[in-house]
C-alpha cells in the first residue's frame, strides 16, 4: 500500500527519445514535487503543483513538462533526452501550509540513463 | 528566497564517536526546518522536524533562529546510521509553499 509510487524505477533510453515517468500518491495531498538527483547526491527542485497547478518551476530546460491531470497524479514528460538528464528522479507529495502535517513522502525514485 | 547550505559533503567519523552534521538557512521569514534521510537503496525519508523538538534514532537538532542553523547532532554515531543526510526548508508565507533541500551530506560511520 505505497503512498507515493513511481513508474518505472529504472529507464534507460537513448539520447534524443521522449520519455514519461508517472506518479502517483493516495495520501490525498494537495502538493506534489518532481525533484532532480544528480550523481553527487545533490536534490534538486524542479517543479512543485498544488491541486493540479503549477507553483514552482525552478529553472528547468522547457524539454521537462510536468503534466498534473488530477491532484493526485504529476507525470514528467521528457523531450529530445540529453545524457546530462541521466539522474535519478524523485517524486513527493505533502500537504500544503495552514495543516499540521507538512512532511514530504517521496517516492523510491526513477533512475534515468540516457545513452 | 530561501536557501540551506549544508558546508560537508562527506563526514567521516569512527563508531561510538559524536556526530555533527551542519545546516545553515536562509529565510526572512519563520521557516519549518527538516532533517530527511536516504539510506542505501531506500527513498528519502523523513528523520526529523524542528517544530517536534523529539528525538529519533537518538539524533536530535535544534532550531538557533540567531545562528540560522539547525545542525544534526548525535552523541554515539552507530554504523547502521550511515546514510545521506539532507536539511529541508518550507516556507509559512503565501500558498506556494516550496521544500528547499540543502546538497546533502554523505556520513560514513566506521568501525
Known amino acids: 500500500d505505497t503512498a507515493v509510487s513511481q513508474t518505472p524505477k529504472y529507464l534507460v533510453t537513448q539520447m534524443g527519445n521522449d520519455k514519461s515517468i508517472k506518479c502517483e500518491q493516495n495520501l490525498g495531498h494537495d502538493t506534489m514535487y518532481w525533484y532532480k538527483q544528480d550523481s553527487k547526491k545533490f536534490l534538486k527542485i524542479m517543479f512543485s503543483y498544488n491541486n493540479k497547478e503549477l507553483i514552482i518551476n525552478e529553472t528547468v530546460p522547457n524539454r521537462f513538462s510536468p503534466k498534473s491531470p488530477d491532484k493526485a497524479h504529476l507525470n514528467l514528460h521528457i523531450n529530445s533526452l540529453e545524457l546530462g538528464d541521466s539522474a535519478v528522479y524523485f517524486c513527493?507529495?505533502?500537504?500544503?501550509?495552514?495543516?499540521?502535517?507538512?512532511?514530504?513522502?517521496f517516492g523510491q525514485g526513477t533512475r534515468l540513463t540516457v545513452v | 528566497a530561501q536557501r540551506v547550505t549544508q558546508p560537508e559533503k562527506l563526514l567521516s567519523v569512527f563508531k561510538g564517536a559524536p556526530v555533527e552534521l551542519k545546516c545553515n538557512y536562509s529565510?526572512?521569514?519563520?521557516?519549518?526546518l527538516f532533517w530527511y534521510v536516504q539510506y542505501s537503496r531506500q527513498r528519502l525519508q523523513l528523520l526529523l522536524r524542528?517544530?517536534s523538538r523529539e528525538s529519533i534514532k537518538g539524533f536530535t537538532a535544534d532550531l538557533n533562529k540567531g545562528e540560522t542553523s539547525f545542525h544534526l547532532k548525535k552523541p554515539f554515531a552507530q554504523e547502521e546510521d550511515s546514510a545521506m543526510y539532507y536539511c529541508a526548508l518550507r516556507g509559512n508565507t503565501g500558498t506556494a509553499s516550496k521544500l528547499t533541500f540543502g546538497t546533502g551530506t554523505r556520513l560514513q560511520v566506521t568501525l
Open positions: 513527493a507529495s505533502s500537504q500544503d501550509i495552514g495543516t499540521k502535517n507538512t512532511e514530504a513522502f
Open positions: 529565510y526572512s521569514g519563520s521557516p519549518e
Open positions: 524542528h517544530i
